[in-house]
């Protein structure tokens, strides 16, 4: 049997998912999953993880350190020498830009307020460039995932209101569909 995916956005933080029933069709009840934004996060030099300081279920900050390379430490003496060197007239800021950009190269940082989802690899595994080192979800930017059969999926529409129940939780959260 074919399945149709309905999306609802909602401006909730970390819940699980039960069911979903539609307001004036109090026979429509879907299962579905809640889902967020994820953010596959990797160093864009390749080396040996020096630092990993989060583990999985963390709460991270926008701008929060999560790991570095084993280069790191040596990139941001050298960018320090650089900027002095920029400071008494005795470098260009072109080269200052460029140990910037090395020092940038050699860490990972949260682009967003989430949680750690995922930790795909540990402190002193040597990673390549681009590669995974940690998954970091947005629960700002949550949507829930409903499984309509096809034979229903006539009974939805797009801006159509919802109530939202999870288990575990008594309230009830109110959302709309916004993708069939």
């Known amino acids: 049997m074919k399945r149709t995916y309905i999306f609802f956005i909602l401006g909730l933080t970390g819940m699980s998912l039960a069911c979903h029933q539609m307001p004036g069709h109090q026979d429509l009840k879907f299962s579905g999953t809640l889902e967020l934004t994820e953010h596959v ?3 864009k030099a390749g080396g040996r993880i020096a630092t990993l300081s989060v583990d999985e279920g963390d709460e991270v900050k926008t701008g929060q350190l999560l790991a570095t390379l084993d280069r ?3 990139m941001k003496k ?7 060197l920029v400071q008494q007239g005795g470098m260009t800021k072109q080269s200052l830009e460029y140990a910037a950009l090395n020092v940038d190269d050699q860490r990972i940082v949260s682009p967003v307020d989430g949680i750690v989802l995922v930790k795909v690899h540990e402190m ?3 990673v390549q460039p681009g590669s995974a080192v940690v998954v970091v979800g947005d629960r ?6 409903v499984f309509v059969p096809e034979g229903r999926i006539n009974q939805i529409q797009i801006g159509q209101s919802a109530v939202l129940s999870f288990d575990g939780i008594k309230e009830k959260f109110n ?3 916004s993708f069939i």
């Open 72 to 74: 790191y430490e040596q």
């Open 41 to 43: 996060l990797g160093t």
């Open 175 to 177: 959302g709309h569909v």
């Open 140 to 145: 700002s930017k949550l949507w829930v995932k």
């Open 78 to 84: 050298d960018y320090d020498r650089v900027n002095n």
């Open 124 to 126: 002193g595994e040597t």
